[in-house]
């Protein structure tokens, strides 16, 4: 594996929840904070969520309070619980190491909030 392999997007009305997980490859997610990132269309990829090695856990200001990242050291996942989700937050979701290395990057998953 030499990408990142993104799941769990989908259609989701607002006010609705969708659980995303991510497969890193083992060099990779042992040796580095992990992060979720999105870009929604005509707008740049933002970092929404971080999770350090150690387990740390910090969130850009529109996500926080809504969305949980967690790490499975285990099996290599990193996940993003997103709860309360609002129509702003669609957007295509990636996962990578944070600073994010660019070979990594994969096709993402969609996340659309609409009613």
């Known amino acids: 594996q030499v990408q990142m392999v993104e799941s769990g997007g989908g259609l989701v009305q607002p006010g609705g929840s969708l659980r995303l997980s991510c497969a890193a490859p083992g060099s990779i997610f042992n040796s580095n904070d992990m992060g979720w990132y999105r870009q929604a269309p005509g707008k740049e990829r933002e970092l929404v969520a971080v999770i350090s090695s150690g387990g740390s856990t910090n969130f850009v200001g529109s996500v926080k309070g809504r969305f949980i990242i967690s790490r499975d050291n285990g099996k290599n996942m990193v996940h993003l619980q997103m709860n309360s989700l609002k129509p702003e937050d669609t957007a295509v979701y990636y996962c990578?190491?944070?600073?994010?290395?660019?070979?990594?990057w994969g096709q993402g998953t969609q996340v659309t909030v609409s009613s």
């Open positions: 990578n190491a944070v600073p994010w290395i660019r070979r990594l």
